[in-house]
């Protein structure tokens, strides 16, 4: 009797380390693979093969076809997979999942509830296998069921079977609401993603570019026949004219709206990062290359890259853009391995590249490869019926923002359009936000704009008869002021757009007591 005890003790741990092992197994599974079914495969193999629970099946719930079907498998084909589909209440695994309750068949063969919808059983009446079927709950709501059969045997405990198919089930349950989550907020990003893109398709269309010019109804003319090519267009014209706001209309108004519009200001790196910023770089490439990066020209695979500043680039980068719009083809910082990519270039300058091809500072080969769609951006002062819309624009946004009640009277409005803005359009934009955010009144008339433009449209202050050399330097001390307005004080910048070296220009800066201007 002691012997026949110790042996039945010896039989239940051994079960209870088989089946603590089983679990361990099932929980290492379910967080190793994102594939949720693959997943199921394998725990389902390990219950055949560890614990003898044969035709293991996961079968969920599909409300829109209000209908069960199995969805994993272990020790059915394909076919007979196929056929595993239920209404709710039919079945046995239909029963499981309107009750919420397991259920056990001790003898398949025996019981009319038994369908053997997949086939699997040719012969009930002759086999000795016990069904077992429990189901799969999220959030105590069943969504499908978990099933396996058993051979029956008096050593089988189907209790014991009951609590770990339970255990399981409810594993299974955690995991499918996992997925579901992760699912529910992929498809959240994609509808939000395509919703934004959407919306900047709308927000750069032509007819939502504010203009009235004739000058700018030519440039979306322009825009409108190159932007559906995959030609390479360039964007010329001053600072401030709005080329990034042609070049995203172009890409959201191509065939290519649907991928990334990238950009990348030329003139903002020095040599050695704009280099990784176009191509990218490997671990290692050089010191402080701590992780892989991928370059400008990567991320806008399939869409379209907006280089601006093209003209500041250094001849070396020259070289390597160069055979990217010629071969498609480039390889990271540090790296060895060659990639392709499908990009639409669109780049942007307010250089004379002209003359810096003539001077040697520019590669003719790579002017002409960027040279193929030239759009010209006419200055504001070019097209001063924009004015007034820019201005009411800016300045219905500004008021908004800034939850403030403004307006301009219309001889404010008179001396606006008068005024050069030699910033152009980014200029007249910071000049509205500097007024609704200091001014304190109501109404904005001349003498509450800002001094610059007031200064800039009063008389010379040298008599029209002064001699010549006072009439020639109040002219220099004027064009000096513009430049260095237009660069934002950059002297280096200014003085390349004078013709002048940086030395001569600052004494220049000196002996007109320009000093406030420039930095």
Not at 443 to 455: F, G, H, M, Q, Y
Request: glycine share 6%; with cysteine.
């Amino acid at each position: 009797m002691a012997a026949r005890t110790k042996k039945y003790l010896i039989y239940n741990l051994n079960k209870k380390v088989l089946e603590l092992t089983t679990l361990y197994e099932i929980s290492k599974i379910l967080v190793s693979s994102p594939d949720l079914m693959k997943s199921i495969h394998s725990i389902l193999r390990l219950l055949s093969e560890l614990l003898g629970m044969k035709r293991g099946t996961l079968t969920l719930y599909h409300p829109g076809t209000k209908e069960l079907r199995i969805e994993a498998a272990y020790g059915l084909t394909k076919e007979q997979q196929k056929k595993g589909r239920y209404g709710l209440g039919e079945g046995i695994t239909g029963r499981v999942m309107k009750a919420g309750m397991p259920m056990i068949v001790q003898h398949i063969g025996n019981e009319p509830l038994f369908l053997n919808r997949t086939g699997a059983r040719k012969d009930l009446s002759k086999e000795d296998v016990s069904f077992i079927c429990v189901p799969v709950k999220v959030q105590n709501k069943a969504v499908g069921v978990l099933s396996v059969d058993r051979l029956f045997s008096n050593e089988v405990s189907f209790e014991e079977d009951i609590r770990l198919l339970s255990i399981i089930a409810s594993l299974i349950g955690q995991t499918v609401r996992l997925h579901q989550l992760v699912e529910k907020a992929k498809k959240d990003l994609v509808d939000e993603n395509v919703a934004l893109r959407q919306e900047l398709k709308e927000r750069y269309h032509f007819e939502n570019i504010i203009s009235l010019s004739k000058a700018m109804e030519e440039v979306f003319d322009m825009v409108g026949r190159v932007a559906g090519t995959k030609s390479t267009v360039l964007l010329r014209g001053e600072s401030g004219t709005g080329k990034e706001l042609i070049a995203r209309a172009i890409h959201y108004n191509s065939p290519r709206a649907g991928k990334a519009f990238v950009k990348l200001s030329c003139a903002a790196l020095p040599e050695s990062l704009l280099e990784s910023e176009l191509f990218g770089h490997e671990k290692g490439a050089f010191t402080g290359a701590i992780a892989e990066r991928v370059g400008r020209f990567e991320f806008a695979d399939g869409g379209t890259l907006f280089l601006d500043e093209i003209g500041e680039i250094t001849p070396s980068i020259q070289v390597k853009l160069l055979r990217v719009l010629q071969e498609k083809r480039f390889e990271r910082v540090g790296g060895s391995r060659t990639l392709e990519v499908d990009v639409r270039l669109v780049a942007a300058t307010n250089r004379d590249l002209e003359k810096a091809v003539s001077d040697g500072h520019f590669r003719e080969d790579l002017y002409y490869r960027l040279n193929v769609i030239p759009i010209f951006i006419p200055p504001l002062r070019e097209r001063r019926e924009d004015i007034p819309l820019l201005v009411e624009y800016f300045l219905d946004r500004a008021k908004k923002e800034h939850r403030k009640s403004l307006s301009l009277t219309p001889s404010a409005l008179e001396t606006m359009m008068r005024y050069p803005w030699p910033g152009n359009v980014r200029e007249l934009e910071n000049c509205i936000e500097r007024m609704v955010i200091m001014f304190k009144g109501e109404t904005i008339d001349v003498d509450d704009l800002p001094l610059s433009i007031r200064l800039a449209l009063q008389e010379p202050p040298v008599p029209k008869d002064a001699p010549l050399p006072d009439l020639v330097g109040e002219m220099e001390k004027r064009r000096i002021e513009d430049v260095l307005k237009k660069y934002h004080g950059i002297q280096a910048r200014a003085a390349r757009h004078l013709g002048l070296t940086a030395r001569q220009l600052g004494y220049k800066i000196k002996k007109y007591h320009l000093k406030n201007l420039a930095r």
